[in-house]
């Protein structure tokens, strides 16, 4: 914030922020003639669009009062110059200054507009923004043509630069040492302390409190020739202070970190052991197979050589191996009594030999030296690398300088010029460690076109990666023909300093950007139509030597100025079905990023016929997730978050809220970890419909996030650390507890039966007990994909049963797992369900809503042969005489007698609820439990950096929610996603602070959060009925209670469960969507289009082609068939809710020019108040005021752009013109 003064005396306080499309119209009405004749007539959306650099200055009121547009290029015509070769423009000119400008130093003013009053004021903050922003910067050019001269505000800080006569075009300058000089450096005096100390204070005082107020001067006058201070200076007074000493604990940054890229921050020795010499650990007979993907395998090689990669932890780092440096750990019991973990029966395979990782080992002396104190004035932060070179000059043998920072210090400027390493095991390390070798000093780095003989320096820097040879092909490809053998255009460029080549990228042509477009939200980070096809460009490699890791972005850059392209994107593939054209792991994923996936309507592309898409946009390719950079993302710096962030439970609200942290484009967190105990996976086992596989393919979590393998059995509140059943410690700063409930082995009640012992004798508790020890190998409970994928295995592949498989339970998931083994070809008559009483704590109660459906189930279970009792509670199990350790018969009481059936095994699906090491680990860390862990609104738990969501949490008593206490009933994805953003403004610099719930004056910190979005099962039935239920959040109540409330509403049915067609709408009386309802019989028909009948919730009738007033005329004979007409596809649009949120806006807002005149929202809400029931006659008025003031205009042509902008994916709808 400043300010600036008119020419007519007025200040105004400014500020200075990046450009926003929306800031168009504004800028527009600054444009004089002058500006015209200085720069023509200019698209100025396109060119905030395509700008590496757009400055916008506003006043307090958020008036637009200056705006310039930096490129990285100048604006000439193609035929004088070629924008990926002005620097030979430059020197054809004979322009003197080319011999120091670069493309890393220069930008171009390509248009300049302000307030007419304010122009050298706007002009002279605008420069001022631009060299701070961007501390490599510095020289701004302007190029006009010969028979113009720039504005007198222009004009005082653009000075022409003679160059060669005849020129067409003149070049003016603009130097950063006349606006943002760089520091003044020199060593340390005692006489500093007084400059200092106020600095030091501002920003911290626990060094005065610990070593007294004279700490700096007693530092500064210690220094010798090991420990040394330095100073910055401005108009003789110091306002930045770094002291540096020589004595480094390498051998306890190479236990911790892994160096191998950085020669272990020694000098070479003829000792050092760089490879691992051993021979190979040779494979198991059957290895089982990782799903996760490994990073880049990249052995120790010379430090000049190297290129760090990042997995996890999304740093550039090179790890000696792919490893997971944490063992898998045994399984934990069900209780939490100490009993030796048995074998289960699809525990068979051998486990594969682990060779321990090879560690490196280096004998040279120290070649680094540590920063040990550093501080600035935040007026000259970004001038904070200025001290770099005087700080090298002080210890001229060394080659490394070394800083360490708490998790919670965030990444300031100087930071960002080092380079972060991983730690072996970041689960306890205390510290970050950031490096800078002495050659990121130099500022030779050029990028330029591959040539042939360039392939030598090219073999040896990516000699190291399994990439290689893909790298190599391309090089040759691009050198031989510019071009694939299907015409595809290649591109490679390499980044070279001192003439040896540090950096190397291949591109080709985005050819599916059609598909990029419909499949990912591109356009979240750009205006699709105002980029040419051509400009797309689609990464395949990417590697930087770590010493230039800080000009990453500047290699983007030139990459997309000399390929003449604005976008690239780069896939992360799960699995990579197409050899010809592979992809490596980028050193540089970090800098992009990350592109969400978006819903796809489902076609009937028998229907639509030549009205449907185009074949590239309904093309159905692997999934991936897609990432990406743009020449205005070059120049946006992330804000970097290295707090531990550690999530427990791989649940869908802990998948969800990891997904909203690492999507933040503008956010990069180095220190996201899971806790579970498969990892992340690869596909939701519950029938809580909330992330396909495919969805979490398209995510690539395990790009962002540290995954550790285990289960959570501590909590050590006071030193912040999680234990692991295995006893290793995960240190967090901030702990989320996401491990839901989860199926549990009931207790035996152990009740006579040969008594015939009935339900009426046992308690409650004793039914809802969980079994507190490790069970029989043969008892299982379903609670993750992995283990239903073991468990169908070991299943399936009996040849003989010993009994049967009995199936305990009453939820969706117990329906959905014998329709599984019953599909699979396991006989019913080797199958049980066991339900348990409905109105027991545990227990689903209407578990289908509609009658029909339940018969045409329990239907299908009789046909097959499957056993099937109601009411039934467990009482005991009888051990095996033959097998060890497995159970052969299972008995239960009933309202009338026992049953007894003979077992091969126990499959429960009941009780659900807490795991006993979950409950264990809570209650021990004295976290508030009543009968589930207690949070606040803001779900935060009685400790105030551990916070929990999802069903494991209920809301403090004092809220008086009990009916919405529980998460259970609410969309898990949505949980998941307001978690994060309670955790967000603790980061995000754009984000207001939290609202402290204490705070007394706070009305809101009383009550409990509203969700909003729909809770959506789907699955299998017995009887190959696929089934989707769809209904509002919250609790649920009995089917029949439903429909007797007179407030029901309005019951739409079509079909039956039998014929496998029926579809059932409940409109409520608002007459909005509020229950969805299908089922078709499988293999029989058309799939149930998940997305799209969900997008029908909440959606009122009206939008649905008068679907009342249709079905009360019987127009409407099938449900399925009318909404797969072409007319509704434009509702299952992923941007439809935006389109209604835009109408909603438009007739919330009073007309413009309209004076005194209220929004149609506003008369409708004064006629509501007045009588709930608008007459006929009120009506008609109000349809008079909606057109009078021009609203019905407006919302067609908003519903009219939005047909025609998503015209790719809605091309069955006529637009105007057409007809």
């Known amino acids: 914030m400043t300010t600036i003064a008119s020419s007519h005396g007025p200040t105004e306080v400014i500020n200075a922020r990046r450009t926003e499309s929306l800031d168009a119209p504004a800028i527009l009405d600054l444009v004089s003639n002058h500006t015209v004749e200085q720069f023509g007539h200019v698209n100025v959306v396109h060119l905030i669009e395509k700008a ?99 504005e007198q505000a222009l004009g005082q800080i653009f000075h022409q630069i003679e160059g060669k006569d005849g020129e067409r075009f003149n070049l003016y300058g603009c130097y950063r040492h006349s606006h943002v000089p760089v520091l003044h450096i020199r060593r340390a005096v005692v006489e500093d302390n007084d400059d200092l100390l106020p600095i030091f204070l501002r920003l911290n005082d626990n060094l005065t409190q610990t070593y007294g107020d004279h700490f700096l001067a007693e530092l500064i006058e210690a220094q010798d020739e090991d420990n040394h201070a330095l100073v910055a200076e401005v108009g003789g007074k110091a306002i930045g202070f770094i002291s540096m000493c020589s004595h480094v604990n390498i051998d306890l940054l190479q236990k911790e970190y892994e160096l191998a890229s950085f020669h272990g921050l020694r ?64 399984s934990p019991s069900s209780g939490i009594e100490n009993v030796e973990r048995q074998q289960t029966p699809f525990e068979d395979v051998p486990t594969p030999v682990q060779k321990p990782p090879f560690e490196p080992q280096y004998f040279g002396e120290s070649n680094c030296f540590s920063l040990q104190l550093f501080c600035i004035d935040e007026l000259y932060e970004m001038r904070s690398a200025d001290f770099l070179p005087q700080v090298f000059k002080l210890f001229p043998g060394k080659e490394f300088a070394v800083i360490t920072v708490p998790h919670f210090v965030q990444e300031f400027p100087l930071l960002q010029h080092f380079v972060r390493v991983t730690p072996k095991n970041s689960m306890l390390v205390s510290q970050e460690l950031y490096i800078f070798h002495r050659g990121g000093l130099l500022h030779d780095f050029v990028v330029r076109p591959v040539v042939t003989k360039d392939t030598k320096q090219i073999t040896d820097l990516v000699t190291a990666l399994s990439a290689t040879q893909d790298i190599l092909n391309d090089v040759e490809i691009f050198n031989s023909s510019r071009r694939d053998d299907d015409g595809t255009e290649v591109q490679a460029f390499v980044a070279e300093c001192l003439g040896q080549i540090v950096g190397v990228a291949i591109v080709r042509r985005e050819e599916n950007i059609e598909y990029i477009r419909s499949h990912y939200n591109i356009e979240d980070f750009i205006y699709f139509n105002h980029h040419r096809r051509d400009e797309h460009g689609h990464l395949h490699h990417f590697s930087l030597n770590p010493v230039f890791q800080h000009y990453t972005k500047q290699f983007f850059k030139e990459i997309l100025r000399q390929g003449h392209k604005s976008c690239l994107f780069y896939p992360v593939e799960k699995d990579c079905e197409d050899n010809s054209k592979k992809h490596s792991l980028i050193t540089g994923i970090n800098y992009l990023v990350p592109v969400r996936a978006r819903r796809q309507i489902v076609y009937p592309l028998d229907e639509l016929n030549e009205n449907a898409p185009s074949e590239r946009i309904v093309d159905n390719m692997p999934p991936y997730a897609l990432y990406h950079i743009n020449r205005k993302l070059t120049l946006e710096p992330k804000v970097t978050i290295n707090a531990r962030i550690i999530v427990v439970g791989a649940s869908s609200v802990g998948i969800s809220f990891l997904e909203t942290l690492s999507f933040c484009p503008h956010l990069r967190f180095n220190n996201l970890t899971l806790i579970a105990k498969d990892g992340l996976p690869d596909k939701i086992h519950s029938a809580d419909y909330s992330y396909t596989t495919e969805q979490l393919a398209c995510m690539s979590l395990a790009t962002w996030v540290n995954v550790v393998q285990g289960n959570m059995v501590a909590i050590d509140r006071s030193h912040k650390y999680v234990i692991l059943e295995g006893g290793e410690k995960v240190s967090y700063d901030y702990l989320m507890l996401c491990t839901g409930q989860q199926y549990q082995v009931p207790k035996p009640t152990k009740v006579d039966i040969e008594e015939g012992a009935t339900n009426h004798i046992i308690s409650p508790r004793a039914i809802e007990s969980p079994y507190p020890y490790e069970p029989p190998v043969n008892v299982m409970t379903i609670n993750k994909s992995m283990d239903e994928k073991q468990m169908m295995k070991w299943i399936t592949g009996v040849k003989e049963f010993q009994g049967k498989v009995v199936i305990y339970g009453n939820s969706l998931d117990a329906y959905f797992t014998l329709q599984s083994l019953l599909s699979c070809g396991v006989p019913g008559q080797n199958l049980a369900l066991i339900q348990p009483p409905s109105s027991h704590k545990f227990s689903e109660p209407d578990t289908f809503q509609e009658h029909g459906l339940v018969k045409a189930v329990m239907k299908a279970i009789e046909d097959a042969g499957v056993e099937y009792h109601i009411d039934c509670v467990f009482a005991d199990w009888q051990m095996s005489d033959v097998a060890p350790n497995k159970i ?120 409990t959060p509203i969700f909003s979005d729909c809770k959506v099962f789907h699955g299998y039935l017995p009887g190959n009925f696929e089934y989707l239920h769809v209904r509002k959040p919250g609790a649920t109540q009995a089917y029949e209670s439903q429909l007797a409330n007179p407030n029901h509403g309005h019951e739409i049915e079509t079909g039956s469960v039998k014929n496998g067609n029926y579809f059932r709408l409940h409109i409520n009386q608002m007459n909005c969507v509020e229950t969805i309802t299908c089922v078709v019989k499988a293999g029989e028909g058309l799939p149930i289009p998940v997305w799209n009948i969900t997008q029908l919730y909440n959606i009122h009738e009206r939008y649905l082609n008068n679907l009342l007033a249709r079905v009360e005329e019987g127009l409407i004979a099938d449900l399925f068939e009318f909404f797969r007409e072409p007319w509704c596809m434009a509702i299952f649009h992923d941007r439809f809710r935006d389109l209604r949120q835009e109408v909603r806006e438009l007739l919330s807002m009073p007309p413009s020019g309209g004076g005194s005149l209220s929004s149609l929202e506003a008369e409708v809400q004064q006629l509501v108040k007045e009588d709930l029931n608008i007459s006929s006659e009120q009506k008609a008025n109000l349809r008079e005021f909606y057109q009078s003031i021009g609203l019905k205009k407006a919302v067609e042509n908003r519903l009219l752009s939005f047909l025609s902008y998503n015209y790719y994916h809605l091309p069955m709808y006529a637009k105007p013109g057409m007809v």
Request: charged share 25%; proline share 10%.
């Open 888 to 1007: 052969s018969e299972v008995s239960f009481t009933t309202p009338t007698k026992p049953v007894i059936i003979e077992c091969h095994a126990f499959l429960s699906f009941y009780p659900k609820c807490i795991d006993a090491w979950t409950f264990k680990s809570v209650n021990d860390a004295c976290l508030v439990f009543d009968g589930r862990l207690v949070i606040d609104t803001n779900f935060c738990t009685n400790d105030p950096v551990i916070r929990a969501a999802g069903p494991l949490t209920k809301y403090a008593r004092r809220y008086h929610a009990e009916d919405w206490s529980n998460h259970d009933g609410y969309n898990s994805c949505e949980i998941g996603f307001r978690l994060a953003m309670s955790v967000l403004p603790l980061f995000d610099p754009t984000l207001e602070s939290m609202i402290e719930e204490n705070d007394p004056n706070d009305p809101y910190s009383k009550l």
């Open 52 to 150: 590496n650099l757009a400055v916008t200055l506003i006043n307090e009121e958020n008036e637009v009062l200056g705006f310039a547009g930096f490129l990285d290029y100048p604006p000439l015509p193609q035929d004088v110059c070629d924008s990926a070769k002005w620097e030979e423009w430059m020197k054809d000119a004979k322009y003197p200054v080319i011999e120091k400008c670069t493309a890393l130093n220069s930008l171009f003013l390509h248009y300049f507009v302000a307030k007419s009053d304010y122009t050298i004021g706007c002009a002279t903050e605008i420069v001022r923004t631009v060299f701070n922003a961007v501390p490599d910067l510095h020289f701004l050019f302007l190029v006009l043509r010969n028979n113009v001269k720039p």
């Open 267 to 330: 000098k070479p020795h003829p000792d050092d052991k760089l490879k691992d010499d051993s021979p190979p650990t040779p494979p198991p007979e059957d290895p089982t197979v990782t799903e996760a993907a490994k990073p880049e395998e990249q052995p120790a090689e010379e430090e000049s050589r190297a290129v760090l990669e990042k997995s996890s932890s999304q740093e550039t780092d090179d790890a000696e191996d792919g490893e997971d440096p944490t063992e898998e750990a045994p």
